[in-house]
């Protein structure tokens, strides 16, 4: 299959290089000049582990190319995914579909002979029926099939994730599309992975349905931890003694500082505004908005407490500021609403991330100090207060933190330690949801 793939961001390039890794000949495409320059320069734009080597792989056996020019991919491809962004629109939270409707435009007007056009943006219920009659609009003579198929995979684990999905969906209206995807995915397919048909809109809403219970899982255990706190109760042996439940399951129950990330808030978002537009509003999903969009910021009260009350003045380093580990995305990240809350306070921030450094000084509040590494974000503070759970800062020298900082105070938003064993090394501890010092 010839497959043009437009969009080479996260989605884009990792499902790119997966189609070519599977045999089909593929095109990246992306309007970032330089993003493509990079990529024929066989440098990875994103950090994503394994990426580098399976485009190297793959662009060596001629499988994988880059362009810029929409015109010439489109023209040549009997599958055409649409990979662009679809961020909150500003003022309102729908998601913005400018990105895609912009691509579809462009699509409509290089077309040639029966092509298969799949959405694999996040897309509100109905964007199909739009694109559809975009491309119709533009070019009547166009012979396309628009087709939904979202995307699941998860930053830091892309390419597992895309390589062994626990289901494919796609929604068509055009029973013509059906074999072109099922050939699209078949070594997949082979493998067992359920490919699932719907109709356009059902598949639309199973990405946003999908997310949004993700959401309102972390949420809910978010919340069940402040409860432990208030009670006297272990949030993760709760985690442990529900998980066990085949019907709860025991992922997406660890207790944190709110979901962040290119997904989860704006999709959860526009599901909202879906869902208050079609006269159903969904209330679970506009509290979990509502209670996470609070929680992350309250997160900086932590870091108060555990400074005994003030940090005006007084110097935080924060360990950690993408919106997980391994990924440079910062999008919706934590950190961001944590860091400015604690420059409103008054603090002084030294902040240390092993890959998302470059995009946090765009983002995160002016007059922060990013440091070398996390002793050196911990140089001289008064806390220091771990956000993302990085491997890196899973195994810290305790005795070397204790002796670089002002005092011995952690805050552990990831619950990556053990309080007991902390003390032992003089450091007053705090977490989620889990007793002082345990
Ligand atoms: P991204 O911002 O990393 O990449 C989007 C790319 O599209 C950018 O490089 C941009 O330059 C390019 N682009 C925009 N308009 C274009 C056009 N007309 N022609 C060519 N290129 C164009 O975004 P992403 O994280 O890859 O997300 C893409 C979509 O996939 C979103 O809808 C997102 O919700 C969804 N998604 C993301 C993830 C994730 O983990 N990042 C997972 C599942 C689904």
């Known amino acids: 299959m010839r497959i043009a793939m437009i969009g080479s961001g996260y989605v884009g390039l990792v499902s790119g290089v997966c189609f070519a890794d599977f045999g089909h000949d593929v095109i990246c495409v992306d309007k970032a000049h330089d993003k493509i320059a990079a990529l024929k320069e066989g440098r990875i734009p994103i950090y994503e582990p394994g990426l580098d080597e399976l485009v190297q792989r793959n662009v060596r056996s001629g499988n994988l190319s880059f362009s810029t020019d929409i015109a010439t991919s489109v023209g040549e491809a009997d599958v055409v995914f649409i990979a662009v962004g679809t961020p909150s629109r500003r003022g309102d939270g729908h998601a913005d579909l400018s990105y895609v409707y912009s691509a579809a435009r462009e699509i409509a007007s290089a077309v040639k002979g029966f092509t298969v056009v799949v959405t694999k943006s996040t897309v509100p219920v109905g964007t199909g029926d739009e694109v559809d009659r975009i491309i119709a609009e533009a070019n009547p003579l166009a012979d396309v099939a628009v087709v939904s198929n979202p995307e699941f995979l998860r930053e830091g684990a892309a ?205 995160l509040p002016p007059g922060i100090d990013f440091a070398e590494g996390p002793y050196e974000a911990a140089e001289g503070a008064d806390a220091i207060c771990i956000v993302t759970e990085w491997n890196q800062f899973r195994a810290l020298d305790f005795k070397r933190l204790r002796d670089v900082m002002s005092a011995p105070v952690i805050v552990d938003l990831r619950n990556i330690y053990q309080g007991d064993e902390l003390a032992k090394h003089g450091f007053s501890y705090s977490s989620i949801g889990r007793p002082k010092n345990r």
Do not use: W
């Open 159 to 363: 390419i597992d994730d895309f390589k062994r999905p626990d289901r494919i969906v796609v929604g068509l209206e055009d029973e013509r599309a059906r074999e072109v995807m099922a050939e699209v995915y078949r070594p997949l397919y082979l493998n067992k992975a359920p490919l699932v048909f719907t109709d356009r809109r059902t598949s639309e809403l199973i990405k946003y349905a999908a997310n949004a219970f993700l959401a309102m899982k972390i949420t809910f255990i978010n919340e069940v931890a402040d409860l432990c706190e208030s009670v006297g109760a272990n949030v993760q042996e709760v985690a442990n003694g529900i998980g066990l439940d085949k019907r709860i399951g025991a992922k997406f129950l660890h207790a944190g500082p709110g979901y962040g990330g290119s997904c989860f808030p704006k999709d959860t978002l526009a599901l909202v505004k879906t869902a208050q537009d079609a006269g159903s509003p969904i209330r679970l999903i506009e509290t979990t908005v509502e209670v996470n969009t609070q929680r992350k910021r309250a997160m900086a009260r932590k870091v108060v407490a555990a400074c005994g009350g003030s940090v005006r003045g007084k110097t935080i380093g924060m360990l950690g500021l993408t919106f997980k580990p391994m990924t440079d995305d910062m999008r919706d990240a934590p950190s961001i609403a944590i860091a400015q809350a604690l420059v409103d306070l008054g603090a002084k921030i030294q902040a240390y991330d092993p890959e998302g450094m470059g995009h946090a000084k765009k983002i």
